[in-house]
């Protein structure tokens, strides 16, 4: 079965701690994203990579960091900089090749900073 | 600075009935266009999408509509059924080049059908 999978689901972390989101796909695809989704609020981009060893800030990128040493994983650690870490994470991929290629996206990850 | 407007929160729908979702749009450079469906603690589905050379795509039970003059688009469903309550979110991204899509979304609409 090609999907991506996000782990843990759930993740609780006290406030000045880094924390290291997991994100990995077997689809194949070129391309992966990062976004964070806060409540009554849509879909905001933190990084993107377009291929390995790549990558791109976002809408949103301060207090976060991600690392592309692999096409399937595309690991995002949100750091003590990140003045409001408690979100839903949201990670995707797409084909990367073809313009308007539609985003496949994992099942998120909740953060909670105590 | 809001790009992607979705300006309805919210929609209650009785079931068999044409559910309509509207999004508008301000940046011109926005060239593709496309609908997820979320449930909640999920991660979107995609729906449908339309390009910018259209103004109409169909899938079933769903349609797109584009309207570029007025930087609008719409999402129709008939006939609603009650599995497709969930948020709806428009994306929109610009042309210019392959690879990695920034797309940019829109706040959501939770739609309800009421059997």
């Known amino acids: 079965d090609g999907g991506i999978t996000q782990s843990p689901k759930y993740l609780f972390r006290k406030e000045g701690q880094n924390v290291t989101l997991s994100c990995e796909q077997n689809?194949?695809?070129?391309?992966m994203y990062w976004y964070r989704q806060d409540p009554g609020q849509g879909l905001r981009l933190i990084y993107y990579?377009?291929?390995?060893?790549?990558?791109q800030k976002g809408d949103i990128a301060e207090g976060y960091s991600v690392s592309r040493e692999k096409k399937e994983s595309f690991p995002l650690t949100v750091t003590s900089a990140q003045k409001n870490p408690t979100a839903f994470y949201l990670c995707?991929?797409?084909?990367?090749?073809?313009?308007?290629?539609?985003?496949?996206f994992g099942p998120g990850t909740r953060l909670t900073v105590l | 600075d809001q790009q992607v407007k979705q300006n309805s929160p919210s929609l209650s729908v009785q079931e068999g009935r044409i559910s309509i979702l509207n999004c508008d749009y301000t940046?011109?450079?926005?060239?593709?266009f496309l609908w997820y469906k979320k449930y909640p603690a999920e991660g979107p589905t995609f729906l449908i999408s339309?390009?910018?050379?259209?103004d109409k795509n169909e899938d079933g039970r769903f349609t797109v509509f584009l309207n570029k003059s007025a930087k609008h688009l719409s999402l129709h469903i008939v006939p609603s059924q009650p599995g497709d309550s969930a948020v709806y979110f428009c994306?929109?991204?610009?042309?210019?080049?392959?690879?990695?899509?920034?797309?940019?979304f829109g706040q959501g609409t939770r739609l309800t059908i009421n059997p």
């Open positions: 995707a991929s797409s084909i990367g090749d073809t313009r308007g290629d539609e985003q496949f």
């Open positions: 689809l194949n695809h070129d391309a």
């Open positions: 990579s377009q291929i390995v060893n790549d990558f």
């Open positions: 940046n011109s450079m926005f060239d593709y």
């Open positions: 339309i390009s910018s050379i259209k």
């Open positions: 994306a929109a991204s610009a042309q210019g080049r392959q690879g990695a899509q920034k797309l940019v």
